[in-house]
DNA sequence: TTAGTAATGAGAATAATAACTATATATTCA
DNA sequence: TGAATATATAGTTATTATTCTCATTACTAA
């Protein structure tokens, strides 16, 4: 499974298989200290080039953050995140895609939407329970 | 106009103006630039840290992003914004709040809701006819 | 007027990520 | 097969927005 003008490496697969392989929503450093377990001489560089290459071409899917790391995903179909904002666990949304706010925008503004950004913050159902003790 | 124990300087003062004064949404560097040419020897950590304080005191909004500036808003009412990946621009939306998304996640999932993050992404009105040209 | 407190300007520190570079693999095809 | 070529790597340095540090200055209130 490579693309034209690219190779499927021993540490990009092995990247690949860890965000596939996990429902944490890791950062590149999580993956680089699994990665490490199993090359022990990969490098951050390499991770990062990685992870972004993938992202590229569609495999995994890149949750940016302002002030803190960036996610990764190997679940690439449509989906939301609720972040909790006591353990920082990042969880997934069985909602369906809110298309019709992206037509509002249009209809109201005359803008071209693309794309919506839509993520939920809190405090998560474990450390709700953990905080009433 | 000071809570306790804060002192309105004259740099608190001139950064608050400059954002009540623009509908732009500036970043740090263009208040920081605009607020040279009244005090001259103003520091960016000057206007940095009265940024922050003007938002935590809910006189201003900051708006971060992963891997671009902030940007800061003097209308501290709830509305939602829409990027143009053309011009940069960023326009505000009149849109009124979408609670009933958190009050979904909180139903279906268990969690707490505490706010919800939606931004627009796409090109502007005034981008797209430039683009027909 | 003076002691105490808060804010400032200048510069150094931070942290996530990207870029650079010399070396090492992989792929192509003679 | 084995050069020749192309791509990826490890290790390192650079980038960039923001925060922190600290000596100095400006308020504030007794
Ligand atoms: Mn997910
Ligand atoms: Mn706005
Ligand atoms: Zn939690
Ligand atoms: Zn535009």
Redesign the interface.
């Known amino acids: 499974m490579s693309v034209a003008g690219t190779r499927l490496t021993k540490q990009k697969s092995l990247i690949l298989d860890l965000i596939l392989g996990t429902k944490c929503h890791p950062t590149a450093d999580w993956v680089y200290q699994e990665a490490r377990q199993h090359i022990p001489d990969i490098s951050l560089g390499t991770v990062y080039r990685n992870l972004n290459a993938l992202a590229n071409q569609g495999l995994i899917r890149e949750m940016?953050?302002?002030?803190s790391s960036?996610r990764y995903d190997g679940d690439v179909s449509q989906h939301y995140h609720?972040t909790?904002?006591s353990c920082g666990n990042v969880?997934d949304?069985?909602?369906e895609a809110?298309t019709m706010?992206?037509n509002?925008?249009e209809e109201?503004?005359?803008?071209?939407?693309?794309?919506?950004?839509?993520?939920?913050?809190?405090?998560?159902?474990t450390c709700?329970i953990e905080e009433k003790q």
Do not use: M
Request: with cysteine; proline share 3%; charged share 20%.
């Open positions: 940016n953050y302002a002030g960036s609720f909790c904002q969880f949304l069985p909602l809110f706010i992206d509002l925008v109201q503004e005359g803008h071209s939407v693309e794309a919506h950004r839509l993520e939920f913050y809190g405090t998560c159902k709700k």
